[in-house]
């Protein structure tokens, strides 16, 4: 399986920016889908999941009606709609994939198991 996350970029704090991941494979369709983000000298940091059928779904409290994820099993790809970014949404974004199928959608790193190589978003002021 391989992940391929695009749409960072730069843009000024109160823009918008849509992340996507690209996924290889068949089971695309049975797998939960995370975007987690990591800032210099941070942790790697949850922002949110979407169960497989795309009926569930998590957030990471900053980012509640301010992100947006979404999938489309028949393309393989999930999203990540940011709308009014701020300053501190700046970091390197990842989407993973979920290690078993069917499970429930986890804030958790260590529930995933294939990453994305990542994209920078950058928000200035």
């Known amino acids: 399986v391989q992940l391929q996350a695009s749409g960072g970029g730069l843009v000024q704090a109160g823009d918008s920016l849509r992340l996507t991941c690209a996924a290889s494979g068949r089971t695309f369709g049975r797998y939960n889908m995370g975007w987690f983000r990591q800032a210099p000298g941070k942790e790697r940091d949850f922002v949110a999941a979407?169960?497989?059928?795309?009926?569930?779904?998590k957030y990471e409290d900053s980012v509640k009606g301010r992100f947006t994820i979404s999938r489309e099993n028949d393309k393989n790809t999930v999203y990540l709609q940011m709308n009014s970014l701020n300053i501190e949404d700046t970091a390197v974004y990842f989407c993973a994939r979920g290690s078993s199928p069917f499970g429930v959608p986890s804030r958790k790193p260590d529930d995933y198991d294939y990453w994305g190589q990542g994209t920078q978003v950058t928000v200035s002021s």
């Open positions: 979407i169960g497989w059928s795309g009926e569930r779904i």
